[in-house]
């Protein structure tokens, strides 16, 4: 199994940074119908080959995620995404 892990420093309240990962989750489960839910600050998200978590910290964000056997096979590209969403976002 293959996993990201992405810190990424803001510079958002807590509640904006919450209120921008909740739009992107939303999207996400536009896009690819991921299933999403927060447990604290900590939303986390799944969908097959799918599973991980973005906590909201007072100034950084952390993503982690494992990819199943299929997805791995695009970590670079996911990875490379979700650092462009983050520096666009945040």
Not at 59 to 83: D, S, T, Y
């Amino acid at each position: 199994m293959s996993r990201i892990d992405i810190r990424h420093a803001h510079a958002l309240s807590k509640a904006q940074a919450r209120k921008a990962v909740e739009e992107v989750a939303h999207k996400l489960q536009e896009r690819f119908q991921v299933d999403y839910a927060w447990q604290g600050d900590a939303l986390h998200f799944s969908r097959s080959g799918v599973d991980g978590q973005i906590e909201v910290q007072d100034k950084a964000l952390h993503v982690h995620a494992r990819l199943g056997l299929l997805a791995a096979m695009f970590k670079e590209p996911i990875e490379a995404e979700i650092r462009r969403v983050l520096k666009e976002r945040f």
